[in-house]
């Protein structure tokens, strides 16, 4: 399976943009993760495909949404009111086998996605 972000852009503070995610084939679970120069990688959103169910970090809880597009096959990411802080390469990540813990305790580590995307660019000014 692979996975092809979209969707990235240079926008001012306050706009909008919505990321998409597509994957090759079947994915249980998606996050999308960002990393700005200089720092971690860091867990924004994740979504159990099955179920629904979602999942955001603090920093952009109530701002960002993750969810799945079904006619699209996508997983999309809008993000609201955007804020120079947002500026980051994101990446659409994924795995296809059922993790052995709730994946509600374990979204965001890195470890358990198998999978990544190529990253877009996001630039909030």
């Known amino acids: 399976v692979q996975l092809v972000e979209s969707g990235g852009g240079s926008v001012q503070a306050g706009e909008s943009l919505r990321l998409s995610c597509v994957a090759s084939g079947y994915v249980r679970y998606v996050g999308w993760f960002r990393q700005a120069p200089g720092k971690e990688r860091e867990a924004v959103a994740g979504?159990?495909?099955?179920?629904?169910?979602?999942y955001y970090s603090d920093s952009v809880k109530g701002r960002f949404t993750i969810s799945q597009d079904a006619a699209k096959d996508t997983v999309d990411l809008e993000m609201n009111s955007l804020e120079p802080e947002d500026t980051a390469m994101y990446y659409c990540?994924?795995?296809?086998?059922?993790?052995?813990?709730?994946?509600?305790?374990?979204?965001?580590?890195?470890?358990?996605?198998?999978?990544w995307g190529q990253g877009t660019q996001v630039t909030v000014s």
């Open positions: 990540a994924a795995r296809v086998h059922a993790v052995g813990t709730a994946y509600g305790r374990s979204w965001k580590s890195r470890l358990i996605y198998d999978i």
């Open positions: 979504i159990y495909i099955p179920v629904g169910n979602t």
